[in-house]
């Protein structure tokens, strides 16, 4: 059974970067199959998708991408987000998911989420 | 304003059929396929229907989904208790170089 767990400061100042990591478990973050993916959910809205990582590299919303950086460490089967320049409006809870590369929106295993509040 | 549409609430009482819809475009539903997710209060999002119309392991019959043109739906039957949740569809656009959307969601009620 596959496990995510996400990770990082909850609480943040404007202007700061924020950083969160997920850690994996019961499944390689190296597999040719699969996308890892972060995504966020401000208070009383639909999901966004922010961006995926998968061995071939990374791609983001490009609503995001001049903020955004999406790593791994493969060492600790684990894969991180972060964020530059924060507002108000990127408090959301964050979670981490894994998707097929076939079908990047069919995300079948979550993390719990992590709420990440930004205040000013 | 979501580009994936779809009614901000629905409600049944137990034993009834509801269907939600979402509506897209040619460059996210007319192309590729849909997703739909269930979400219960303080819980992620977890997977209902995959590839228009297909049920992950574990999910019940009594929810299907189908797609046509640039609209998807997701029908419920029997409606039970432990059915009212969030429900949003999802769907890859390829507008602004390629993302991933959802849509804004519709809060289901059980009477």
């Known amino acids: 059974q596959v496990h995510l767990q996400e990770s990082g400061p909850g609480l943040l100042k404007a202007s700061q970067t924020l950083s969160l990591t997920c850690t994996v478990s019961?499944?390689?973050?190296?597999?040719?199959?699969?996308?890892w993916n972060w995504i966020r959910q401000s208070p009383g809205k639909g999901p966004e998708w922010i961006g995926y990582?998968?061995?071939?590299?990374?791609y983001y919303n490009p609503s995001l991408e001049s903020r955004i950086t999406i790593s791994t460490d493969t060492s600790k089967n684990q894969f991180s987000l972060k964020l530059s320049s924060v507002t108000a409006a990127d408090t959301a809870v964050y979670y981490c998911?894994?998707?097929?590369?076939?079908?990047?929106?069919?995300?079948?295993?979550w993390g719990q989420g992590t709420l990440v509040t930004v205040y000013s | 304003q979501s580009v994936l549409t779809q009614p901000p609430s629905a409600s049944g009482t137990p034993g009834q059929r509801v269907t939600i819809s979402c509506s897209g475009s040619a460059s996210n539903v007319g192309v590729y396929t849909v997703n739909w997710y269930q979400q219960r209060p303080g819980t992620a999002p977890k997977l209902l229907i995959y590839?228009?119309?297909q049920r992950p392991s574990g999910v019940p019959d009594r929810f299907s989904g189908s797609k046509s043109g640039t609209s998807a739906s997701l029908v419920i039957g029997g409606l039970q208790s432990e059915d009212e949740a969030d429900y949003y569809c999802?769907?890859?656009?390829?507008?602004?170089?390629?993302?991933?959307?959802f849509g804004g969601g519709t809060k289901l009620t059980v009477l």
């Open positions: 998911a894994r998707s097929p590369k076939w079908e990047v929106l069919r995300l079948d295993y």
């Open positions: 019961g499944g390689s973050i190296s597999s040719a199959v699969y996308y």
């Open positions: 999802a769907a890859w656009d390829d507008s602004l170089k390629g993302r991933g959307l």
């Open positions: 990582m998968s061995d071939r590299g990374a």
């Open positions: 590839s228009n119309d």
